[in-house]
């Protein structure tokens, strides 16, 4: 018998993003976020495995094209995070941004 628990967070990403079943780039913004874990029975401490994520979609859009989650593996989801808030990676985010058809925000001041 496996044990699991979910947690629920909110995400914020200040520039759009994208993430895997989703076609194009997801605004910035607040997002809800279900995370399905399971109690790791090797762990000499009590420990949780991160199994997937359930973010929640709040866009007319999406909502209009019938998604109202997207289903994201814990590590892809951590990836889009920290490619969105580290600003040493800005040429980086700027060319994930341009491939899928967007336009960086100029946050030269």
């Known amino acids: ?3 699991t628990r979910t947690t629920h967070r909110t ?3 200040f520039h759009p993003f994208h993430l895997p079943n989703h076609a ?7 997002y809800e976020v ?12 009590r420990s949780y ?8 979609l709040w866009s007319e859009k999406d909502t209009a094209e019938g998604k ?3 289903l994201v593996d814990p590590k892809v989801l951590e ?9 040493l990676r800005e040429d980086e985010r700027t060319q ?7 336009v960086p925000a100029d946050n030269a001041a």
Do not use: Q, R, W
Request: proline share 6%.
């Open 1 to 3: 018998m496996s044990i």
């Open 11 to 13: 995400v914020t990403f």
């Open 24 to 30: 194009g780039l997801l605004p910035a913004g607040e």
């Open 34 to 45: 279900d995370t399905l874990e399971k109690l790791d029975p090797n762990a000499t401490t």
């Open 49 to 56: 495995i991160k199994l997937e994520c359930h973010v929640y």
């Open 68 to 70: 109202a989650t997207l």
């Open 79 to 87: 990836s889009a995070l920290a490619l969105d808030s580290d600003p």
């Open 96 to 102: 994930m941004i341009k491939s899928f058809g967007g």
